[in-house]
């Protein structure tokens, strides 16, 4: 597996695919500049009048609920339509899940749209699963990744998606598949739009791998996992690692990323 997810990674890189973000003020930047760092092309709109011309140009469509209101809803719902219609993959990012009926009520509809990937922490899948307020911490999660699989199991069989439940081991599943992953550094908590980081990298490896969005979603984490711990090593703090990870995302080897990687079924 190793030698397949480099591959997604060299072919992000070669290929520099398009990918529109609907996301939150507070990690625009921080999503922006990853996805140049892996390779690939941001670009962040969402006036309602450029949403059908737009999503027709990209390879794949994230959308991120963290800072919501009624206009940025009806331009996630103008992107998802023209994506569907066009079969361009696209990813939700379910950010505070449970925390206020208007988050559920919002999310309940995009779900209704059936994404193509759903990446969230454990809090987050549980409550989207179980159409109820679960107790989160803000945007953190209160729950393991582990406690969290049988609610992703039924996200994928009633929507279709490819769920990726984030945490100290990311677990990947769709059908009869489940993919874990055990890297990353705890110090990736303490840098605000990290988990809004990996959504948007996911998002670029399915606009090279629109067939297959389960190996794009395992290629994704992983290459975040990896290059959170080289940037770790070099870090004092949250604020040198900001730096250092973009920095990994850029440099980062092959050698490196096979030495390191911690995958298992």
Known sequence: ??????????????????????????????????LLAVGASPIMAHAHEEMK?????????????????????????????????????????PVGAGATPYRNEVLEGLLQL?????????????????????????VDSTHRSTEAVDA???????????????????????KDKTVKLSNGHPMMARVTGMGCTATALTGAFVAVHPEDPMNATVAAMALMGVAGELAAQRSKGPGSLQVNF????????????????????
């Open 246 to 265: 973009l920095d990994s995302l850029y440099t980062l080897r092959e050698s490196d990323f096979a030495e390191r990687l911690k995958v298992g079924a």
């Open 152 to 174: 992703a199991l039924t996200l994928n069989q009633h929507f279709g998606s490819v769920v990726c439940i984030s945490g100290a081991t990311d677990i990947i599943v769709h």
């Open 114 to 138: 059936r994404p193509t990937i759903i990446r969230g922490n454990a809090s987050e899948i549980l409550a989207l699963a179980s159409k109820h307020t679960t107790p989160t911490k803000g």
């Open 1 to 34: 597996m190793q030698e397949q997810l480099w591959k997604s990674i060299v072919l992000v890189r070669d290929k520099s695919p398009l990918v529109q973000s609907i996301t939150n003020y507070v990690v625009m930047n921080n999503t922006a500049n990853a």
């Open 53 to 93: 011309d737009m999503v027709s140009i990209v390879g794949a469509l994230v959308i991120n609920i963290g800072t919501l209101d009624d206009y940025w809803v009806k331009s996630m719902h103008l992107a998802i339509a023209q994506a569907n219609a066009l079969h361009v993959p696209w990813v939700l990012d």
